[in-house]
């Protein structure tokens, strides 16, 4: 079998683990050894030179271990959702489930997860896939114009109304309506949109005509509802009739693993609207992409790459790693430090466990337990339980 010097040096660099300093490839005396010993090999020792060169370049670039080459591949993306974690998968499959129906469903996340994204999986793999898909940000409008903006108005309702407009629930009809930040409604209009969800009707303002809707209603939203129910900042029953089918988007620092996936779709997404080629990241920028927490989730994510690929000259990113680094020390407004108290690996692992079980009620095996929401055998976490002392009992 013939080795060519291309198949010697084929490997991306990325693949490569070498030294800082490039010893040489060999030794005089070894060189003569080799001729003497193989004619084949003896053909090589005229490109060592070049190799030598070669291996030397790849030295330079002894950081670079990310290929972002490539896209994503389709079994990790679902919709417009890239990831392929546990925690991810989950949630997707409570997606699947409840998409062919035409109950409510209400979104849970933080800021930045991805809210919509789920909204529009939902409506796209519903029968009203073909009918329309109406966002309202309930946080992005003034209260006193909410309602207008939901229900429509007629002529003369109230002053500077000139014309009759049509609400958000009438253009949704037959389709979904987003209420995207539902916690944001002020308490007056709470009643009429409780109306609205059971009764699929409601008056124009200044009408006494009672319109007829036939709406699918998907809600999200970033705040504790639970707790807004408790201090009477948001109506139990209106609550417990968004509630039907919660869907909780876990933050980007609980599925650390789907990082990766995201900086490649990222990179590509920027590069191609910018005609730019990046296809490498450093490895001290990979550990701080990894570790950092990411308190804007996917959105942050989303803008430091954009503003990385902006600053590349080259095919590697160079991304401001500086922001990350000072953000983690950055006091808040309490004038604390920000970063989390240090724990041990122990702690960190005994409370991931504990917080998986506890979204699985303590189911440890099956499609939705603890042990797959974790990626790990029934066994495996089983035996992780006992050495860290976990058990129903304590929780």
Known sequence: MTTTMDELVAPSLAEMDWKQQAPPVFIPDETDYVERRSPAAANLTGHLPRLQSLIGQICEHDEVTFDLQGPVRPEDKFEDLIGRSASLRAMLDEVKIVAPTDSTVLILGETGTGKELIARAIHNRSSRRDRSFVRVNCAAIPSGL?????????????????????????????????????????????????????EQEFERLGSTQTMRVNVRVVAATSRDLPQMVANREFRSDLYYRLNVFPVRLPALRERSEDIALLVRHFVHLCCKRMNKRVEQVPQEAVQVLLTYTWPGNVRELQNYIERAVILSPG???????????????????????????????????????????????????????AAARLGLQRTTLISKMQRLGISRAQA
């Open 315 to 369: 095919k590697v990113l160079r991304a401001p790693l500086a922001e990350l680094k000072q953000s983690v020390a950055r006091p808040d407004c309490s004038g604390q430090c920000a970063t989390p108290k240090a724990m041990t690996l122990k702690d960190a692992e005994h409370d991931h466990i504990i917080q998986a079980l506890a979204e699985t009620n303590w189911v440890i095996g099956g499609p939705k337990g």
């Open 146 to 198: 909410l309602e207008s903006e939901l229900f429509g108005h007629e002529r003369g309702a109230f002053t500077g109304a000139i014309a009759r407009k049509i609400g958000r629930f009438e253009l949704a009809n037959g389709g979904t309506l987003f209420l995207d930040e539902i916690g944001d409604i002020p308490p007056e209009l709470q009643p009429k949109l409780l109306r609205v969800l059971q």
